[in-house]
């Protein structure tokens, strides 16, 4: 064998060993193993009575749901404003205008029949510390019509951003296309109005953070930290990536998970696209170099031998 090829044949067992001994030992490290998403909430029980919207309707209000939610969409009005809701109940409950469209209807019911054991908190809220919504003591068969109900109400068609706005914006802020855990960020006219308008982000932050025991994280840039399978495995089920966290899981479905992650891509990296694009028309060069540099090559060496 001559001295090159068993150059070569030292660097390929070399790079060899660094690939398969030391990339899946550190990949495994930074992103340990775990079942994909399903989207089934196969824990949860389904319900045993089906539900009729029609009553529903009036189940809600029985219920006392719109003593603390709005439904804007049903002019059901917000009861108190953000903030004074973020005091008494840590967090501002969400408007329900879409949360049928948006929340497996599975885990809706059971949600609100017990919410910490659906959201998997309950190593966070118990007798000591309850959580702010209180479990549903009603029949199985208002529970079943208030679910119908919700799915009713709810529009076909949201855009990416109005779901992750119900889904997760009343925690969550995206400074980067101006969404706040008060809503949109609006224009101000003066000063005043400006230092109003943060004053009351600080205190709903503060409550949220008393609330949770941490301030849920600005998502803007989470897209590249994290990448979007994580983003997605992390909403159908938290503790399973962060163990004891105190994120909810907000029992999403798979299309309202998707909706979600392509917000975050298209706030935290917009020019993904034209990157895509682009490495076609790299590899292109690349291609047309080599031929250039091989007929060269041919020619050259022609007219030396
Ligand atoms: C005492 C106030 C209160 C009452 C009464 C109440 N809720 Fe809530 N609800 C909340 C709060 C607060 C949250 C937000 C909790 C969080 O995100 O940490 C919430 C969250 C929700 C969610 C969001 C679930 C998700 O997947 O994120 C739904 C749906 C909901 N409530 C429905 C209902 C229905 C239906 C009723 C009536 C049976 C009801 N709520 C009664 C306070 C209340
Ligand atoms: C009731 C409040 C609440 C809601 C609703 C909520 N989150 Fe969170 N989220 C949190 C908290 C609190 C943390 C910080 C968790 C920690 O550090 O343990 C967090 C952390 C995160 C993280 C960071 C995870 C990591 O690896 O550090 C991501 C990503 C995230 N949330 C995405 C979402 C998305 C997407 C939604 C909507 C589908 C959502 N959250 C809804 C409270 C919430």
Not at 146 to 164: C, G, T
């Amino acid at each position: 064998m001559n001295k090159e090829l068993k150059i070569l044949a030292i660097i390929v067992a070399l790079v060899g060993i660094t690939y398969w001994g030391i990339e899946p030992y550190a990949h495994s490290v930074m992103h340990p193993h775990h079942e994909p998403a399903t989207f089934k909430y196969e824990d949860l029980k389904p319900l045993p009575v089906k539900g009729n919207a029609q009553r529903g309707a009036q189940a809600i209000v029985n219920n006392g749901c719109t003593g603390c939610h709005s439904i804007k969409s049903q002019n059901i009005p917000a009861p108190m404003d953000p903030v004074s809701a973020s005091a008494s109940y840590g967090v501002n409950p969400p408007d329900l205008s879409n949360i049928g469209a948006i929340v497996d209807p599975k885990f809706l019911a059971n949600f609100i029949k017990n919410p910490t054991h659906a959201a998997l908190l309950e190593h966070k809220f118990g007798d000591s510390k309850p959580y702010p919504m209180p479990a549903f003591y009603g029949s199985d068969q208002d529970l079943a019509d208030i679910v119908a109900y919700l799915v009713s109400i709810a529009p076909k068609n949201l855009s990416d951003r109005e779901v992750f706005a119900d889904g997760c914006g009343r925690c969550h802020n995206v400074r980067y296309d101006k969404w706040t855990v008060l809503g949109d960020r609006p224009k101000f006219k003066n000063k005043v109005e400006e230092a109003d308008f943060e004053l009351k982000l600080a205190k709903y932050e503060e409550n949220l953070k008393n609330y949770l025991g941490t301030t849920p994280p600005d998502l803007s840039m989470y897209i590249r930290s994290r990448g979007g399978e994580y983003i997605r495995d992390f909403v159908e089920n938290p503790q399973k990536l962060l163990h004891g966290t105190a994120m909810p899981r907000v029992g999403l479905t798979e299309q309202a998970t998707e909706q979600v992650v392509s917000y975050l891509e298209y706030v935290g990296d917009r020019k993904k696209e034209k990157r895509n694009a682009l490495g076609v028309w790299v590899l292109l060069y690349f291609v047309i170099f080599s031929i250039l540099a091989y007929l060269w090559k041919k020619k050259i060496w022609a007219e030396v031998l």
